[in-house]
């Protein structure tokens, strides 16, 4: 593919130990960047989790899913593949594993991720922790900005010091609240400055509740997106 094709920014989220919220903080980036006007694409890579649309809330869209293109090979029409994704309420698009995991090894990120950014401005990836081999490091390589969401506790904490060695050029930290260390204590042990702070936020489950995507009213979470967005893909704000 020609180097003026790959304008598009790529943003993955990468949480630092399982259940941190990861996926919700990636769609939200995604609601939140399309709210300000812009064309994204919210990818799930993810193949066991069960898939990232309920989050999005595409869930009942009509469109393609992973499983629609396993087996891809060689070119992919990029506008074709973008316009035959299911659309978000706030007009992003979203490329999720659905309900269905893969049939064998989970597919790396291209070809489809490349004509994902050849027609999309901006491509938010729900990045995979690592893995035993080197699946994960495929997906993270493909990211121009890597955003790490860290549990605020001591294991959290040291979790997410082992995620960010394998991490080349973390971008930012995102701390969930209640924290329990000090933000430049965090910065020091982590190396990558902190973006944001991320406590509960009661409209996630008000969102899922009426089949919305998280992040669609305004919250922590849809805060903590925004500041993302601010710090790493300026000119994104939704004013």
Known sequence: MEEAQLSGVVLG??????????????TACAVRSAAAGRDVVLVDAHPWGGGIEMMAGTDAEA?????DLEG????VDPRRLVAELPVGE?????????AHAPTGAPPGPDPVLAAVRAAAPVTVI???RPTAGRWHQEWWSACDQIV??????VV???AAAVVAESVRGLSGVVLREPAAIAADELVAALGAPLLGRLPADR????CLERGRAVASESGALAGAAEEILVALLPGLRHE
């Open 72 to 75: 891809v090979r060689g070119d």
């Open 126 to 128: 729900d990045l995979p």
């Open 203 to 206: 409209t996630v489950v008000r």
């Open 13 to 26: 989220v990468l949480g630092a130990s399982g259940g941190v919220g990861s996926t919700a903080l990636a």
């Open 148 to 153: 790490l969401l860290v549990e605020a506790s």
């Open 90 to 98: 706030t007009g992003f698009r979203c490329l999720s594993w659905g």
């Open 156 to 158: 959290g904490i040291g």
């Open 63 to 67: 469109g393609l899913r992973w499983g």
